[in-house]
């Protein structure tokens, strides 16, 4: 594939994946200006790329896409639902071209764009049908609610009056009788039709159209407007008109202040009072208008200290202040946003990659520097002491590096995320089950390695959450839960892991169901479920073969391939444990490491070998009398704090003896596994190491109860032990 | 006088401006189209007046003396003022 395309390919998939981002974000706040801007910049940078490597489909569908923005940007109008479903589809496509520019280094040259044109063809002419009228009228509603929010939330009513032309011949002050009016909250006035030059003007003739917030009911407007209410329309203000997007609010009002702090720019004025006067009162009436009355406060007297002491500072400084605050935290995020795309570098993953490589050699060539270290200080030569500083400059050194090296690959979840809520608006689509997913800690970083592979898992989660977690609507109803479900999806760095958790707000798991379908499934033996606790029962989910039939996930509420979610996190490192609360819910907790890149183990002696054992695993170490372990049928097993651990020994296992316990003095390992504790007998406990772990490969490959091998400072190889195969 | 011009581009409204005040100070106005508008005096504007304010784009000082022209009617004379 030539370069020009490849980076098409790079650069369209960001911008889809931003343009999806910005589409989900507008569905739920319609009224957002920047994310609309937003949206309509990725589908124009898109489209201009298509431009540029000649994909005249990929074009033509954006250019339809953009139209229907550019549509409701004219008409100052919010984005239909309609509209966003269709960018969504149109994003498909798009997609779905460069899977194929991808497979095949070039542009399809049968790519078609018909369908989706028809598809926008379709949604304009129904918007054209339907939404003309109201959306006028809608117009002007919204935006004066919008610029008087404090007013809005108290206001009843809105009027919008627009007196006749000649009624100034009429003595009539159409201005004086909306001041007279009962309950007034606020004033708009605006020309009816565009205003004229000032020597054009008409002073007899009235151009205007007053529109007003009242915070009285319509008919008493109505009433005491009388005959001219003719010439007004006049709206019943609901919670529902009155819920306007808070964030344009403050974007529009972060306009008007940033518009007086221009008005007060230097222009060698001697007098400069009027304009002082008039920007310290626009910029308090905002904030006011905003609810942030100590603001608008500090504004009025920096204003008045302006004026008295003929400086522009202090006003300039008030509003720089207030500009600061509350309002420009969303315009930071973004600030901060676009920062940050500033600040990236793009590097390939496979350099990255390198880099990570020779790090894990470097590890390893100062492990055995160590060891030379300890060879010297035996020997008692004159070079230990040198040797040893200078390994432990090159210990420093080399942490640093492996932690930015570490850094490097570290990604946030979002970037896993981000795709999520459209999963989630489709399978609540498919399924017919509204829900809203909630997305926490978005920002929490992982390794790329994580970040990627943690997507498939994930969506098996959301996926059954929705389908088998969250009842149909009738159970909720009945059950009094809100209709609309939700999902919580949260991700936060606990120590050297990563935690994500998905939540529902459903049914809950019902653990007999569990057992029962684990005995009808033959899965365990009915004397293994009797003992089992609750959460050992509810476990179950997790072993393959459980849910392979559609009866079980009816029954049980869960289980599409959770066998599969469990092997995935573990192959990652990482462990799966389901919580579940009867009626409210259940959480899937995924524990996984922050990096993939070094392993802490604890090594173990067994038959005269040592072994490494992650120490993720490891619960604690302990030794206990030889008359404590007891024998459970063929097997033995240690009693802990009143529970029963089953006990292996390590030697016997490994060289496949039968499991005997005749020599019972070793140390015990207790380790967790999937949430259960397991015990495994050693003949000695060594010490702790950072090691680079290697997947086995070659003649090894095979062999279970091996997790991989990591190189040792000596030179030696240590074996790493999978406790979980080694269990089993 | 409800609209005199008061010194050097300065265009000052005081008291009750009613109708006739509108074609008064789009004369000034265009004479003098940097004045300054003093409404401090002010009690009541019409809205011929306030149309014409607003066409000019006329930068205002001082504060008038109803509630209603402080409250509703200054940040929109404000916002349509020119930049100076």
Redesign the interface.
Known sequence: MDELLAQFLIESRELVDKAVDDLLALEKTPNNRERLEDAFRAFHTLKGGAGIVEFAAMQEALHCAEDAFAAARAESRSVSALDIGNCLSCLDQVLEWLGTIEQSGAIPPDADAGDIVALFARAGAQQKASAAPRTAGDGWLAGLLAAHASAASTARSAVRYTPEADCFFRQQDPLARIAALPGLLAVDIGPRVPWPKLDDLDPFSCNLTITALFATSPAEVAAALGDESRHAVIEAVSDRTRAIDAESLARKAAQILEAQLQLLAPAGEPHPQGRVASAGLVAANVLRHLGRSAESEAVATAAAVSIAEGRLEPLVEAIAAAMKGPTSAAAGASAARRKDVGQTMRVGADRIDALVRLTGELIVAKNSLGHSVKVAEQQVSDLAVPLKSQHAALDRLVTELQRAVVAMRVLPLRTAFQRFPRLIREISAELDKPAALVIDGEDTEADKAIVETIVEPLVHLLRNALDHGVEDGATRAQAGKPAVATIRLSAARDGEHVVIEVTDDGAGIDVTKIRQAALDRNLKAPEALAAMSDEEALDLVFLPGFSTAKTVTHLSGRGVGMDVVRTAVARLGGQVELRTAAGRGTTVRVTLPFSVLVTQVMTVEAGGQVFGIPLDAVVETLRVDSDRIFAVGAAHAIVLRDRTIPLLRLANVLTGRPNDHSDDSGPIVIAELDGQLGAVQVDRIGGRMDIILKPLDGLLAGVPGLAGSALLGDGGVLLVLDLAEVVQ | MTVRVSGAGVIELSGRCG?ED??V??RH??AA?AS?I?WKGCE?????V???L???GA?????PRTA?L??????????S?K??
């Open positions: 109708v509108a074609e100070l789009q106005l265009l189209p300054t003093e009541l504007l019409h809205a011929a306030v149309q014409v607003l066409v000019g930068r205002v000082r001082g504060e209603f402080r409250a509703h009617i200054a940040p929109i004379i404000a916002r003022m930049q100076p």
